[in-house]
C-alpha cells in the first residue's frame, strides 16, 4: 500500500482518528428529512453490545442541543438520532468521547461476520481449557496431595493463562475502553469476577493451598461466550428479514426521456415525473402510476395475496411489486427513498429497535447493577 492509498495516513500514526471523522456537511448530506424541519441521521456504533452501552449513548446524545431524540438498534449496531435546525450537533464527537467510533450508517449484506467468527474462536478456546482443567482437578478432587496437588495446580495455571488472553481478551478489552471513558458496562463485573479468581488461585497455588479455582475462572468465561455467540446469532437472524425485503428493490430501471431516448439510471438517481419501462419479470423501482400498458402484477409483497392481480393504465402501483406478464410504461410519483418499500423497510427496522417494557426495565437495572 503506497503513502497515497486511502487510509494510509491513519495507518502510519500522521492522521489522528477524530481527522476521518465525517464532517457536518457529509452527515448533512447523508441525513433524511422527516419534516417540519426536523432531520434523522444513522451511524454505525460496531463496539455496541450490551443495555449499559444503549444506556451510556443514548443519555448523552439526548443531552446535546438541539437533539430531539437518540435510539440505539442493537441488532444493528444502530444509532438513529434526530436533530432540528441547520447545524449539526456535535454526535459524532461525543460517541468518540465515549469510547464508541462511529461512522455514517450504510447497509452491507455481503459483509462477512467478523464478530461471530471471533466469538467462535473464543468458545473454542475457552471450552478447550475448560475441559482440561476440569480433568486435572478430578485428581485435586480425589484426594491427591502434596507435589501431585501442586503440580496440578501449576499445569491448571499455565493452560489458564492463553485462554484468559485470547477468549477473556473480549470482555477485557470491552471493560477496559468503558472505565478509560469514565462509565460502566456489564464486561467490568465480569472482568473483575474473572481476573480476582485467576489471582486467587495462582496465590493458592504458589503457598502450597488445597483448592485452587481455574477450572471455575475459565469456565465461567467458556459458558458467558456460549451465551454471547448465541445473542449475536439470535440478532443476526432478525436482521435477516429486513435484508430479505431490501434485496426485493431494484437495483436500476429504464428512463424513457422526451426525445425518446433510452438511458438506463441507478434507482437512486430516478426522481418523480420520469417516464419508466417495466419489462415482464421486473420489479417496479419506485412508487408510480402507470399510463401504458396492461399486466398482471405479483403484488403479495403489499397485500399478501398471492393471486396476480391485473392492471391497466390508470392504476397506481408501488415499488417492489412484480411485473409478470406483460410491459408497462409508469410515471414515477415519489423518489426510491420516499417510496412504499422503503418506508416499510424503515418501519421494520424500527420494530426491531423498540424496546419492550420488560427491556426498558432490565436496561435501567444492568445501568445500576454494573457500578
Known amino acids: 500500500m503506497s503513502c497515497c492509498a486511502p487510509?494510509?495516513?491513519?495507518?502510519?500514526?500522521?492522521?489522528?482518528p477524530a481527522s476521518v471523522l465525517p464532517s457536518s456537511e457529509e452527515v448533512k448530506l447523508a441525513s433524511r428529512s422527516l419534516g417540519d424541519d426536523l432531520r434523522q441521521t444513522d451511524l454505525s456504533v460496531p463496539a455496541v453490545h450490551c443495555g449499559a452501552c444503549i444506556q451510556t449513548i443514548e443519555t448523552a446524545l439526548r443531552k446535546l442541543d438541539h437533539v430531539e431524540d437518540a435510539r440505539v438498534n442493537l441488532s444493528t449496531r444502530?444509532?438513529?438520532i434526530r436533530w432540528r435546525g441547520d447545524d449539526v450537533p456535535p454526535f459524532v464527537a461525543m460517541l468518540g468521547r465515549l469510547g464508541y467510533q462511529a461512522h455514517l450508517f450504510e447497509a452491507d449484506t455481503d459483509a462477512k461476520d467478523k464478530t461471530l467468527s471471533e466469538l467462535i474462536r473464543a468458545v473454542a478456546?475457552?471450552?478447550?481449557a475448560a475441559g482440561n482443567i476440569m480433568l486435572l482437578?478430578?485428581?485435586?478432587w480425589s484426594?491427591?496431595?502434596?507435589?501431585t496437588r501442586d503440580l496440578f495446580h501449576w499445569v491448571s495455571a499455565l493452560i489458564a493463562i492463553p485462554a484468559l488472553a485470547f477468549a477473556g481478551g473480549i470482555f477485557f478489552r470491552s471493560a477496559w475502553n468503558a472505565l478509560r471513558h469514565g462509565h460502566m458496562n456489564m464486561d467490568v463485573p465480569i472482568?473483575?469476577?474473572?481476573?480476582?479468581?485467576y489471582a486467587m488461585s495462582l496465590y493458592e497455588t504458589i503457598t502450597h493451598g488445597d483448592h485452587a479455582y481455574f477450572d471455575a475462572s475459565v469456565s465461567l468465561l467458556f459458558f458467558l461466550l456460549i451465551g454471547r455467540t448465541l445473542d449475536h446469532v439470535m440478532r443476526a437472524r432478525a436482521r435477516t428479514a429486513v435484508k430479505g425485503l431490501s434485496q426485493l428493490a431494484a437495483r436500476g430501471a429504464m428512463v424513457l426521456r422526451g426525445d425518446g431516448a433510452r438511458d438506463y439510471l441507478p434507482v437512486g438517481e430516478i426522481e418523480p415525473g420520469m417516464q419508466l419501462l417495466i419489462a415482464a419479470g421486473e420489479r417496479i423501482p419506485v412508487d408510480g402510476k402507470i399510463i401504458r400498458g396492461a399486466s398482471d402484477l405479483d403484488c403479495s409483497l403489499v397485500t399478501g395475496e398471492s393471486t396476480p392481480r391485473n392492471v391497466a393504465p390508470g392504476e397506481t402501483v408501488r415499488a417492489g411489486v412484480l411485473n409478470l406478464t406483460?410491459?408497462?410504461t409508469i410515471e414515477a410519483k415519489a423518489a426510491a427513498k420516499d417510496s412504499f418499500l422503503a418506508e416499510m423497510l424503515r418501519l421494520m427496522e424500527a420494530a426491531e429497535g423498540?424496546?419492550?417494557r420488560y427491556r426498558r426495565i432490565a436496561d435501567r437495572v444492568s445501568a445500576l447493577y454494573a457500578p
Do not use: P, Q
Not at 7 to 15: F, I, Q, S, T
Not at 125 to 128: L, T
Not at 143 to 147: L, S
Not at 191 to 197: I, P, Q, T
Open 125 to 128: 478456546v475457552a471450552g478447550f
Open 143 to 147: 484426594g491427591a496431595e502434596g507435589a
Open 191 to 197: 472482568a473483575v469476577g474473572v481476573s480476582l479468581a
Open 7 to 16: 487510509g494510509a495516513e491513519m495507518a502510519l500514526g500522521l492522521v489522528s
Open 326 to 328: 406483460g410491459s408497462l
Open 78 to 80: 444502530r444509532v438513529s
Open 354 to 356: 423498540g424496546r419492550a
Open 137 to 140: 482437578s478430578v485428581s485435586v
